[in-house]
C-alpha cells in the first residue's frame, strides 16, 4: 500500500474518512488539498471570516498520529469542514457576520463542533453569513458578501452562503449552516450542493447564536446526497443542554440511500405560489419524471395556508428576533460605543453595532409583540403557523414526501435585490413553510437552469421523516445525471 | 388578632403583596452554576448566566421540586405550565429578557391562612429567575441615574425565585405583618428558601389602595425596597395615609410604583405607570412546557413536613395553652416544638416545659443542646414541690448556660430544698410582725403593700420560700 501524495480535493467527506481511517492517505494532504484551493480562489469567493489553518494543521496530525497507533479516530477522520459563523468555537472568533461580535471569542463550543471534533473532523474555518443570519444573499454581512463559485458575479444565497460557496469551491468538503427560513436549502440550491434542514430538535441548538429559536435548525452542506447522510448521523441525537432536543438517539441514514423510491407516493402541491423561473419549474417537472420512472407515485396535494406562510414567517421571525438580540447591549462583551448614561450608551452600540436589515427586523419584531398590537400581528401569525401545521399532517396522509422547487430562481447577480427587501424575502417562499411547521427538508441539486447555473429540487417530509426523505434525495440524485 | 373594624379616618385599607423568595437549591435556575449568596464576585458564572451568545437554559428539576411544595403549603393546584420571556434592558439583566411565567405558571388558587384563622387568598406562586446585582458607583442615593460607574455581579443571576402572588385581602398592617411571618416560616419548615429578608432572598413588594367603606377599589400604589416585617406594616401604614390625605384634599391617587426609604420612613414615587416598560411577553422558544405529572406532585405532597399552623395546633393539643397565643407563637416560629413535646414524653408536665423553653431558650435554636431529659427532671421537681418556681428557673439558667445537667445536684450544690409549711408560715409570722405598717395597709386593702412582705420573707429564707405559697399564706392570714 502506498502513500498518496497527490490527493484530490473534490472527494467526498465519506471517500475521505474512508481512506484516512484505512491509512490509505494522510488528513494532513488532504487539508493542504482544501487549502490549496482556498489560496486559488477565496480572494474571489469570500467564503470565510476566518480561516483556521494552524488549528486545522494539528488537528490533522493528530488524526494521522491516531491512525498510525492503530486507534480509529472516527467516522470523519481527517474530513475538512468549515462552520457557519454562527456557531461558538472555544477560542476562535465567532462574528455572526457583524460589527457588534467582531473579535468576540467564544469560551465554550457548541454542540456540533464538539460531536464533530469527536468524530475527527478538522475544522478549517468559520464561514460567512448574512448578519445574524437575516438574508437570503450574504449581501447583509458586515464583512462584504460571499460569491458564488459557479459565477462570482452572482450571490451564493444565503444566509449559510459562505458554507455553501466553501463545499462548492472545494474549500472544504462539507459545512454546516442554519436555516430559520431556509438559509441552508437556498444557498446549497444555488451553489448546486446538497442541503439539508432536519426536523426541529434533531441537531442541537446549543452553542449556535440564535436568529429566531422556534425556527433555527444546524444542517449539513455536501458534495453529495450520501455524505449528507453521514454528517447528519454524526450531529444529531439528544443534547441535554438543548430543551428542545428531541430525546432519541442518532438519525439512522445511510442505510437508506439505497433503498430506491418503488411504491413511494411523492406528492406535487397542487396550488403552489407562482412566480417561479421556467427552467425551474421545468426542472421540477423532470424530478417528478425521473421519481416515477424509479417507481413511485405521483399524487396531487393541497396546501392552501401555504401562501400565508412568508407573512407569518415575516411576523414570528423578527418577534424573537428582537428578543434574541437584545442581549447585544454593549454591557458585557462585543462592541461598546461609550456614551453620557446606560441608555445613551445602548443606542449608540446598537445603532453602530447592527446593520440595516438587523435594525430592520429588530423594530418589525418589537412593534409584533407590542401592547396592542400582539394578538392582530404575532398572536395571528401564531394561528397562521398552526394553520400550515394542519395542512400539512393531512398532505402527509396522502404522501410520504412532497417535492418543490428549493428557489423559484437561479443564483441572481450581486446587488439586483439588495435595495429591495421585498423581492428578497420571497427567494424563501417555497422553504419557510417547513421551518414554521418543524419538518425536516432538503435541497439536491438538480441539473441547471437559466445561465447553465445550478438547481435545485427541495425534498420535504414530515417530522423526523429523514429516513424517506433521504431515500427520495438519493433517487433524485441518480435520476439528475 | 386581625380587627375587621380596622379604619383609618373612615377609610379602609386594601392591601395584596407579592412575595419573591430565592429557592435553597444547589445550581441554578437554568444552568449548573452554584446557586450561594456571599461569595467574591461573579465566580458563579457560565455561558446561560451570561446570556452568551448560543446559551440555552435547562431547567432544574430541584427548583421546580421546591416551587411545588410551595405551591402545596400554600393550598394552590399544581398545573401544566410554560415560560414566557419578559422583555426589559437593565445592565444587570445578561439576556435582555427575564424568563418568567406568565399566563400558565405552576402554582394557582392557594390561601394562606394567618395564626387568628382568616385566609387570605393566593392568586399564584410561579418560577422565575433572579436577576444580577448591581452596585452603582458615585451619584445619589445609590441609583444608577447620575452614578459615575456600575459594577455587576452576575453570581445571583439565574438564581431560581419564586414569586408568591397574594391576593388583596389583607385589610391591616398587622395582618401584613402576620402574612409575611407566617410565609417565611412555611418557607423554612418546608425546606424552600431560608427567606431572610435581611439578606435578600426574600423580598416583599405590597399593593396598597384606600377606600371608604362599600366604595369600589380605590387606585393602588405599589411599594418597593421593604426589607423587613415591621418596616412593611410601617410602609403600608404611611401609604395608606399619604393616599388618604391626597383624597381628602380633592387630588387623585396616581398608580405608580413607590420606593420606601427606611431613613425617612416615607414612601417616594420611583415611576408612574405610564413610564412602565411593555414588556412584550412571549413563550420562551427555548424551553418546552412544563407538565407535572400527578404523581410527582402526589410524591412531593407526601414529603410535606407538619407547617407551622398544624405545628401549632399539636403542641396547644398537648399543652392546653391557646394555639395563637404568644407562648406557641413563639416556640414552633423558634422550632422548638418538637423538643417541647419530648420533654413531655420524658415524663414531665408539657404546659411547664413550654412556658420554661419559651423564657430560657431564646437563643438555642430548633434543636437546643439540653437534652430533653435534663430539662424533664427539672420541671418534674418543681411540679412535685421539691424546688420553688424561682428555684426552678434558677437552676435551669444553670443547666442552659452548661448545655445540660442533673437539676437535682444543682439544686442540692445551691443548698435548695423545699421548705415545710410549718417553717414557711412561721417566717410568714415573723415578717408580718417585723413590718407592721405593711401588714396594716394590706389588711386594709391595699394590695401593692405585700410586696413588702415578699420581700422580707424571700430574704429570711435566702430565696428558698415559694412565693405562690407565699402570697396564699398572706392572703388566708388577711382573710381573703
Known amino acids: 500500500m502506498s502513500m498518496s501524495t497527490t490527493t484530490g480535493s473534490d472527494d467526498t467527506a465519506y471517500q475521505i474518512a474512508a481512506d484516512v481511517r484505512a491509512g490509505r492517505r494522510r488528513a494532513v494532504d488532504v487539508l493542504d488539498a482544501h487549502l490549496a484551493n482556498v489560496s486559488a480562489r477565496e480572494a474571489d469567493v469570500h467564503a470565510f471570516n476566518t480561516v483556521t489553518a494552524d488549528q486545522a494543521r494539528r488537528t490533522a496530525e493528530a488524526v494521522d498520529a491516531a491512525v498510525a497507533a492503530g486507534r480509529d479516530p472516527g467516522p470523519l477522520a481527517g474530513v475538512p469542514i468549515a462552520l457557519k459563523d454562527n456557531m461558538c468555537t472555544r477560542g476562535v472568533p465567532t462574528t455572526c457576520s457583524s460589527r457588534m461580535l467582531e473579535g468576540w471569542k467564544p469560551p465554550y463550543d457548541a454542540t456540533v463542533v464538539t460531536r464533530l471534533a469527536a468524530a475527527g473532523a478538522v475544522f478549517v474555518g468559520k464561514t460567512n453569513l448574512d448578519e445574524f443570519a437575516m438574508g437570503s444573499s450574504t449581501e447583509n454581512s458586515a464583512f462584504g458578501p460571499t460569491l458564488n463559485p459557479h459565477d462570482v458575479t452572482r450571490v451564493s444565497g444565503g444566509s449559510s452562503g459562505g458554507s455553501a460557496a466553501a463545499v462548492a469551491a472545494h474549500f472544504a468538503a462539507a459545512s454546516l449552516g442554519s436555516d430559520t427560513g431556509g438559509s441552508i436549502r437556498q444557498p446549497a440550491a444555488l451553489c448546486g450542493v446538497v442541503g439539508v434542514k432536519p426536523t426541529y430538535g434533531t441537531v442541537s441548538r446549543y452553542g449556535l447564536v440564535a436568529f429566531a429559536s422556534s425556527l433555527d435548525q444546524i444542517g449539513p452542506f455536501t458534495l453529495d446526497v450520501r455524505d449528507a447522510a453521514l454528517l447528519l448521523e454524526t450531529i444529531s441525537g439528544h443534547d441535554p443542554l438543548d430543551s428542545t432536543s428531541i430525546p432519541q438517539p442518532p438519525l439512522q441514514l445511510l442505510g437508506e440511500l439505497d433503498r430506491g423510491v418503488k411504491g413511494l407516493r411523492i406528492g406535487r402541491i397542487t396550488d403552489l405560489p407562482e412566480g417561479s423561473e421556467p427552467e425551474v419549474e421545468q426542472r421540477l417537472a423532470e424530478a417528478f419524471d425521473a421519481l416515477a420512472a424509479a417507481g413511485a407515485t405521483i399524487v396531487d396535494v393541497e396546501l392552501p395556508s401555504l401562501k400565508y406562510g412568508l407573512t407569518a414567517y415575516y411576523l414570528i421571525a423578527p418577534a424573537e428576533a428582537s428578543s434574541n438580540l437584545a442581549r447585544y447591549d454593549g454591557v458585557r462583551y462585543g462592541m461598546r460605543v461609550d456614551a453620557a448614561d446606560t441608555n445613551a450608551m445602548y443606542m449608540a452600540t446598537r445603532s453602530a453595532g447592527f446593520g440595516d436589515e438587523v435594525k430592520r427586523r429588530i423594530m418589525l419584531g418589537t412593534y409584533a409583540l407590542s401592547a396592542g398590537y400582539y394578538d392582530a400581528y404575532y398572536g395571528k401569525a401564531l394561528k397562521v403557523r398552526r394553520l400550515i401545521s394542519d395542512d400539512f399532517a393531512r398532505a402527509y396522509e396522502r404522501a410520504d414526501v412532497i417535492l418543490t422547487p428549493t428557489s423559484p430562481i437561479v443564483a441572481f447577480p450581486v446587488g439586483s435585490k439588495a435595495d429591495d427587501p421585498l423581492s428578497m424575502y420571497l427567494c424563501d417562499v417555497f422553504t419557510i413553510p417547513t421551518n414554521l411547521a418543524g419538518h425536516p427538508a432538503m435541497s439536491v441539486p438538480f441539473r441547471t437552469g437559466a445561465h447553465g447555473l445550478p438547481v435545485g429540487v427541495q425534498v420535504l417530509a414530515p417530522t423526523l421523516g429523514e429516513p424517506v426523505m433521504f431515500r427520495v434525495a438519493a433517487e433524485l440524485e441518480r435520476g439528475a445525471r | 388578632m386581625s380587627d375587621a373594624t380596622y379604619m383609618i379616618d373612615g377609610y379602609e385599607l386594601v392591601c395584596g403583596l407579592e412575595v419573591h423568595v430565592e429557592l435553597a437549591t444547589a445550581t441554578k435556575l437554568f444552568s449548573a452554576s452554584a446557586n450561594r449568596f456571599g461569595d467574591d ?81 393566593i392568586e399564584r406562586a410561579h418560577l422565575e429567575e433572579d436577576t444580577g446585582k448591581s452596585t452603582h458607583i458615585g451619584g445619589t442615593g445609590g441609583r444608577i441615574h447620575g452614578s459615575d460607574h456600575s459594577l455587576i455581579d452576575f453570581n445571583r443571576a439565574g438564581v431560581p425565585l419564586v414569586e408568591i402572588v397574594g391576593r388583596p385581602d389583607i385589610a391591616t398592617p398587622d395582618e401584613a405583618r402576620q402574612y409575611v411571618t407566617e410565609l417565611r416560616q412555611i418557607l423554612v419548615a418546608i425546606g424552600a428558601s431560608d427567606a431572610k429578608m435581611e439578606e435578600g432572598s426574600m423580598r416583599c413588594d405590597a399593593n396598597v389602595s384606600v377606600r371608604k367603606p362599600g366604595d369600589p377599589l380605590g387606585t393602588r400604589c405599589e411599594i418597593k425596597n421593604v426589607n423587613s416585617v415591621r418596616s412593611l406594616g410601617r410602609a403600608i401604614e404611611y401609604e395608606a395615609r399619604r393616599q388618604i390625605a391626597l383624597i381628602e384634599s380633592g ?67 398537648a399543652t392546653g395553652a391557646p394555639a395563637d397565643g404568644e407562648a406557641i407563637m413563639v416556640v414552633v416560629e423558634r422550632g422548638q416544638d418538637d423538643y417541647i413535646l419530648a420533654v413531655g414524653e420524658a415524663g414531665a408536665d408539657v404546659a411547664r416545659a413550654l412556658v420554661h423553653v419559651k423564657e430560657a431558650f431564646a437563643e438555642q435554636g430548633a434543636t437546643p443542646q439540653v437534652p430533653a431529659a435534663d430539662l424533664a427532671r427539672l420541671i418534674t421537681l418543681e411540679t412535685s414541690g421539691k424546688l420553688t418556681a424561682t428555684q426552678a428557673k434558677t437552676v435551669l439558667a444553670e443547666i442552659v448556660a452548661a448545655g445540660g445537667g442533673d437539676a437535682e445536684a444543682i439544686a442540692a450544690a445551691k443548698g435548695f430544698e423545699a421548705m415545710d409549711t410549718s417553717e414557711l408560715e412561721a417566717m410568714v409570722d415573723a415578717a408580718i410582725a417585723g413590718n407592721a405598717d405593711a401588714w396594716a395597709k394590706y389588711c386594709g386593702g391595699e394590695e401593692k403593700a405585700m410586696g413588702a412582705l415578699v420581700g422580707a420573707i424571700m430574704k429570711s429564707s435566702k430565696g428558698k420560700a415559694d412565693g405562690k405559697a407565699v402570697t396564699a399564706l398572706l392572703q388566708s392570714k388577711r382573710g381573703s
Open chain 2, 41 to 121: 464576585p461573579n465566580v458563579h458564572i457560565d455561558p446561560v448566566t451570561l446570556g452568551l451568545p448560543g446559551a440555552l437554559p435547562v431547567l432544574n428539576r430541584r427548583a421546580v421540586e421546591l416551587a411545588m411544595r410551595i405551591g402545596l403549603a400554600l393550598n394552590c393546584s399544581v398545573q401544566p405550565c410554560t415560560f414566557h420571556r419578559k422583555n426589559y434592558f437593565y445592565p444587570d439583566m445578561p439576556k435582555a429578557y427575564q424568563i418568567s411565567q406568565y399566563d400558565q405558571p405552576l402554582n394557582i388558587d392557594g390561601w394562606l391562612e394567618l395564626p387568628g384563622g382568616k385566609r387570605i387568598g
Open chain 2, 251 to 317: 387630588e387623585k391617587v396616581r398608580q405608580e410604583t413607590r420606593h420606601w426609604d427606611e431613613n425617612d420612613g416615607r414612601t417616594h414615587t420611583l415611576r408612574s405607570k405610564e413610564d412602565a416598560d411593555d414588556y412584550r411577553y412571549f413563550l420562551e422558544p427555548d424551553l418546552v412546557p412544563l407538565v407535572p405529572d400527578a404523581s410527582w406532585i402526589d410524591q412531593v405532597r407526601a414529603a410535606l413536613p407538619l407547617l407551622p399552623r398544624e405545628r401549632r395546633t399539636r403542641l396547644s393539643a
